[in-house]
C-alpha cells in the first residue's frame, strides 16, 4: 500500500485527508473525556432543574396536596379574616398608616388565642416547608450513597439506618397533606439496610438512581414546591 | 411521586441483597414479592403473599416482618381497622421486632386509633393516650400531636403535659413550631405558661391582630399568636398575593419586622369602608 501511495497522487491525498480526520477525531475524543470529567454529576440535576425553572415562570403542575392555597389567599373566603386582606388592599386614599406609640389596647386580650382555621392554615403552610426539607435531605441520603459506590465501596458515611428513621418519624406529621404510603416506605425500607453494605450493592444503587434520574426528578418537585415560597 | 415507587422498587430489592448474592431461598422470594405489591397498592394480593409465606414458612425470618406488612395492607385497604391495629400490635409482640418497623407500628397503631375514633369510636383513644407514656420520644411526641386534633377537647388535654414538654426541652424548629399550634390548639393558657416562662430577652414574644368593622366594638377578628408562629402565618403567603400587596405599598413582612424593631408601635389601618386593622407586637 505504501508504494502505490507514493505512485498515486489521488490516493495519496485521500490517505492525507483521512491521517487528518483521524488526527482531529483524537483531539474531540480527548475533548469529551476532559468535558465529561469536569461535570460534577451530583450537581447537575440540581443545576439543570434550576436551567429548566429559571426559562419558566410560571408553575405548568400543582401538586395539590404539597402546594396548599395560601393564607392570604385562604383568607379570602373567610369573612372576619377577609377584612384583614381587604383592608389592606382597597384603595389608599382614605387610609392612613401610622407607626405611633400605643394607645390602649384593644380587646381584653393578654394570653394566645387564634382560631382552628388559622391554626389550620399555619399547620398547612408548615407542610408545605416541611415537605421541602423532607426532600432535600432525602436528595442527601441518596448522594452519600453515591459518593461512597464512587470511592471503592466503602460503607456510606452518614447513611445509616437512623438517618432514614429520623426521616420517617418526620414524615408521619406530614401524613395528612402527602400520600402516605410510598415516600414512607422508601425510608422504611433504607431504614433496614445495612450500613455494611457491600461495594457491589453501592453500585446498583448508583446505577439504579442514575438510570431513572431520580435526583432530577427529586429536584423538580422540590423546585415546584420552593416557587410557592 | 412516582420517582419514589421506583426508588422503593429498587430498595426492596437492594435490601435483601445479600440474598441476591448467594441462593434467593423460596421465602425469601415470596416477601420480595409480597413487598412488591405493598408498593404497588395491591394489598389483596399482598395480603395473599404474605399469609403464604407465614403458613408455608413459618420459622422464616421474614414471617415476623410479614405481620408488620400484613397491618400495612389492611390499612391501606380501608375499613379494616381493627384488623390492621391487631396485626401491627402481633408484630409488635415478636421478640425479634426491628427497631424501625416498631417505632412505625406504633405511629401507625396511633393513626389508626384516631381514624376509629373520628368514625365514632371513642374507646379507640386509648391507643393514643397509652402512648403518651411510651419510652421512645418519637411515638410519644406523635401520640401528643395527634390527640390534640381530636375533636373531644378533654380528651385533647391530656396531650398537655407532653406538648408543653417539647417546647421545653426540644431543640428542633419543627417539632417546636408543631407543639406551639397542637398546644394553641387545645390550651392556648398552657402555651403562654411555657413561652413565657423561657427566656427571651428582647426579643418579641406574641403578635396581635385586631380587626372591627365599622361601627362594632367587638373585633370582627382577633389573634394573639406567639411570634415563631408569626413569622410562619406570614410566611404562608403566597408569593403572588404579597407581590400585590407590595404594589399597593404594603409589604407586609416589612411592617410586621418594623414593628419588632420598635417594640411598643402599633400599625392601624382604616380602610374605605370604615373598618379598623390594628397590628402589634409585645
Redesign the interface.
Known amino acids: 500500500m505504501a508504494e502505490h501511495l507514493e505512485k498515486c497522487p489521488e490516493c495519496r491525498a485521500a490517505a492525507d485527508e483521512m491521517r487528518r480526520v483521524l488526527a482531529k477525531t483524537d483531539v474531540v475524543k480527548a475533548e469529551i473525556r476532559e468535558a465529561v470529567t469536569s461535570v460534577d454529576w451530583e450537581k447537575l440535576p440540581a443545576v439543570i432543574a434550576e436551567r429548566a425553572f429559571s426559562a419558566s415562570r410560571k408553575p405548568e403542575r400543582v401538586l395539590p396536596a404539597a402546594r396548599p392555597r395560601a393564607w392570604l389567599s385562604a383568607l379570602r373566603m373567610k369573612p372576619a379574616l377577609a377584612g384583614l386582606a381587604a383592608g389592606l388592599v382597597v384603595g389608599a386614599a382614605a387610609m392612613y398608616f401610622a407607626l405611633k406609640a400605643p394607645g390602649p389596647r384593644p380587646g381584653p386580650g393578654t394570653g394566645y388565642f387564634a382560631s382552628g382555621e388559622f391554626l389550620d392554615k399555619a399547620e398547612l403552610e408548615m407542610a408545605r416547608r416541611n415537605t421541602l426539607d423532607y426532600l432535600e435531605k432525602s436528595q442527601y441520603v441518596l448522594l452519600d450513597v453515591f459518593e461512597s459506590a464512587g470511592e471503592g465501596g466503602a460503607a456510606p458515611t452518614a447513611f445509616s439506618s437512623a438517618q432514614a428513621r429520623d426521616l420517617l418519624s418526620r414524615k408521619k406529621y406530614l401524613n395528612a397533606q402527602l400520600e402516605r404510603d410510598q415516600i414512607e416506605m422508601l425510608f422504611l425500607e433504607l431504614s433496614q439496610i445495612s450500613e455494611k453494605m457491600p461495594a457491589a450493592e453501592l453500585h446498583k444503587i448508583r446505577g439504579f438512581v442514575e438510570e431513572r434520574q431520580l435526583l432530577l426528578k427529586i429536584n423538580l418537585v422540590r423546585k415546584e414546591l420552593e416557587r410557592g415560597i | ?8 422498587g ?3 430489592v ?2 435483601l ?2 440474598g441476591l ?1 448467594a441462593q434467593t431461598t423460596p421465602d425469601e422470594a415470596l416477601f420480595r414479592d409480597a413487598k412488591l405489591l ?2 404497588d ?1 395491591s394489598w389483596n394480593a399482598a395480603l395473599e403473599k404474605l399469609a403464604e409465606l407465614r403458613e408455608k414458612y413459618p420459622d422464616s425470618p421474614y414471617a415476623g416482618q410479614a405481620l408488620f406488612y400484613k397491618g ?1 395492607c389492611l390499612s ?1 385497604l380501608g375499613g379494616r381497622e381493627r384488623d390492621a391495629l391487631r396485626a401491627y400490635k402481633d408484630y409488635l409482640r415478636l421478640p425479634d421486632a ?4 416498631i ?2 407500628s406504633e ?1 401507625s397503631i396511633v ?1 389508626l386509633a384516631f381514624e376509629l375514633y373520628e368514625k365514632g369510636d371513642a374507646s379507640a383513644l386509648r391507643d393514643i393516650e397509652v402512648r403518651l407514656g411510651h419510652d421512645d420520644k ?1 411515638v410519644r411526641y ?1 401520640a401528643a ?1 395527634k390527640l390534640s386534633l381530636v375533636s373531644d377537647k378533654k380528651a385533647a388535654a391530656k396531650a398537655v403535659p407532653v406538648l408543653s414538654r417539647i417546647i421545653e426541652t426540644e431543640k428542633d424548629p ?1 417539632l417546636l ?2 407543639a406551639r ?1 397542637a398546644l ?2 387545645v390550651s ?2 398552657s ?2 405558661s411555657v ?1 413565657d416562662r423561657k427566656p427571651s430577652p428582647g426579643s418579641p414574644r ?1 403578635l ?6 365599622k361601627g362594632e366594638k367587638e ?8 411570634w415563631a ?1 408569626a413569622d ?8 403572588d ?2 407581590a ?2 407590595r404594589k ?3 409589604d ?1 413582612n416589612k411592617i410586621v419586622n ?2 419588632a424593631k ?1 417594640k ?10 370604615g ?4 397590628i ?1 407586637i409585645e
Open positions: 411521586m412516582r420517582i419514589f415507587t421506583a426508588i422503593i429498587f430498595l426492596v437492594l435490601s441483597g445479600s448474592q405493598v408498593y397498592k400495612e391501606g426491628k427497631a424501625s418497623l417505632e412505625e405511629g393513626d418519637v406523635y400531636y419543627e413550631d408543631r399550634i394553641l390548639r392556648p393558657e402555651l403562654k413561652e406574641m396581635k391582630i385586631r380587626i372591627w368593622n373585633p370582627a377578628f382577633s389573634l394573639n399568636i406567639p408562629l410562619l402565618a406570614l410566611g404562608a403567603m403566597d408569593e398575593d404579597q400585590e400587596l399597593k405599598g404594603y407586609l418594623e414593628l420598635s411598643e408601635s402599633i400599625l392601624r389601618i382604616v380602610g374605605d369602608d373598618s379598623v386593622i390594628e402589634w
